[in-house]
Each structure stands twice: as C-alpha cells, then as structure tokens.
C-alpha cells in the first residue's frame, strides 16, 4: 500500500492546493484544462478533485476514452462477426455492454454465439491454438497504448503459422482527435492533462505539436490524485510565469516514473512493422478524420479479419437521444445529456460513455456529479 499511499497522502494534497490557490489568484482569467484520459476523469471524480479547486479552474473531458470513440457502425460490424457461423469472438471485457443496433455482445453471446472475453490479445491466440478448425477473431480497441499487445499476437500467429486467427483491428491513435478538437475550439481549452498510459508508449513526445502550433500547455500526468493535482498546478504556473504569454508553452512530464520522452522505442517499432496507418477513420462525435486510426499492414493482411470477411461497414448515426459524441469533445457535461440518468444507466445505457470503465458519463453517475444546482439543493 505505500505506492498508493504515497499519491494519496492528504497532507500532501492539503499542500498541493495551498500552492494551486495561490497560484490561480494570480490569474487574469479563468483557465479550462482538457483531461484526455478517461483514466484521468474517474480519479478526478471519484476523489472529489473538482469541488477542491478554485472555482476560475474548469477540468473537462476529452476524447481519450478507447470504448467510448468507437462508433456505432465499427460496434454493428463486431456484432456481425460475432454471429458468422464457426466464429469464435473474443474480446476485452469492456466492449460486451456496448450497444449497437442489434443489441450487444453480450446479448448476442446470450443468444448463443460463442463470444468470449479475454484479458489480452495472447489469450484469443491461445483459444485459435486450441480451436483449429474455428475462425477466431479479436476485437481490438485503443488507442497506442493497447496497440503493442495486438502487434505481438500478430506477429507471433505470423512466426506459429497460426492461420485461423484474425484480428478486427479499431487501434486509433491520439494525435488527430486533438488536432480535431483543437479545430472546433473557441478558446475554450488552455492546456492538456496529457495521457499517461499513452505516453508510456508514444512519449512526450506524441504532444509537442500542442504548444509548438497552438502555444498550449500539456503536462502528461500520472492517475492518482496527486499526479493530477500536480499536474493542474504545473499548467498553471506555465500561465502565471509569463511563458505562454511569451509563446513559450511547452509539455512537461509530471509522470517521468513511468514516461520516457521518446517513449517506449520496443513497442513503436513493433508497430510499425504490423500496423500501417489508415487514410481516415470515423470517430463518434467527431466523424471521418484523416489518418488517425491503425490497420493492419500489408505483410500481415491474412490476419486482417476485414479482409477475410465480407463486413457490412455501414455508416451508423448514434441514437438521436444520445449526446456521447458531445460529452467525448468536451462540448456538454453527462448531466447536461437528456437521458443522462434516466433513460441511459449503466444497467442500461444508450451510449458507450455509459458502459467504459472509462467513459465521462459512468464516471458521473458513479460518483454521484449532476447539475450543480441539483447538487446544491441537496446539502
């Protein structure tokens, strides 16, 4: 318990806040900072992060949710396959609850498809190693963080010879959906809480282009709540110095235990050796952007379960009731969603930010976030 401990010390946090304070009267104006992981929003809620903070301090979502930017479409093509005769399906635990519009995974594993979840890419080439004479597909998801893993169960089917082993490959990359948001941004954002999970891989590196183009701060930042305290007070003290002022915005790594700034060199190599990258990739909330998602390489196309069968690959516009696509681009708080707590729960969602462990909504409605002023009414 010592590493917990230590991230969670709330003398610690007491003295993190004094200075954040401190720091956050100096300013001229209030400052909103994006959290892109969803990692990141449930800490920030599960531990009452926001209500400590100065009220000229705004923390809002990004689109750094994995299950939660895979649109409908990509959701119905997995359901599909997952009803092909001789299918095995496997995939990771998070993606049985999402709804496409034919019901879920695990509606569908109900009603007899041989559906079953694993905890990694390796697990769904063992099941292929077990079952010759079965197709079994995995479902990939994520963003450069989950991608190596996928890389070397492909790459180890390639050097088996396992031939009855596809993947569905939904691997996006982080860079583009943030030039994305930055595209549509009002001047809303004024810094990043950067990745951490993503920077282990992809590095520091991966976020340069924020301040170099934007002059914006990003602080890639561990998940406890430390990190992320740390993290906002380093964003601010870039405003209060004068360095983004001055055009001087940089990224800073709060999570050098873990992050290295090029990353990790293993891992990238390896996927850019199975993965290549696609010429656009439709993300929900955001739509078709350009060179933003993986699939796989040329050299390895046998085990590309796009290739291998017939996918229906339709376009599917989410439910008219379900704002996810807002929430995932920082335009709406869930609250502010509809059906946000009613109609859409985790027993029952509409949307997919409802099911991720992950996902802002679930996030919300776990630990009890709703309109402020409901809120207030309440103590």
Known sequence: MKYVDEYRDPVAAKALLERIKKLAAKLETPLA????????????????LEHLLPKNLELIHGPGCPVCVIPLGRVDDAGWL???????????G????VPGTQGSLQQAKAQGCDIRFVYSPLDALQIARENPHAEVVFFAVGFETTAPSTAVALDRAEKEGIENFSIFCNHVRIEPPLRAILGLDQGRIKGFIGPGHVATIAGT??????????????VVTGFEPLDILQAVEML???YVSGRVASGHAEVEN??????????NTAALNLMAKVFEHRDTFEWRGLGFIPDSGFKIATAYAKYDAEKRFDLPNLRVSDPPSCQCGQVLTG??????????????TPANPVGTCMVSPEGACAAYYNFGRVDPAVAAALV
Request: charged share 20%.
């Open 33 to 48: 900072f994006m959290e892109i992981c969803g990692g990141h929003t449930h800490t920030i809620y599960r531990h009452g």
């Open 82 to 92: 997952a009803r092909q005769p001789g299918v095995i399906f496997t995939t990771f």
């Open 94 to 97: 998070d993606m049985m609850r």
């Open 205 to 218: 590196k991966a976020f340069e282009f924020i301040p170099r183009e934007y002059n914006l701060p990003v």
């Open 236 to 238: 601010i003290e870039q």
């Open 254 to 263: 709060q999570y050098a235990r873990v992050v290295l700034p090029e990353g």
């Open 331 to 344: 335009s709406l708080k869930p609250w502010q969603c509809g059906v946000f707590g009613t109609a859409c």
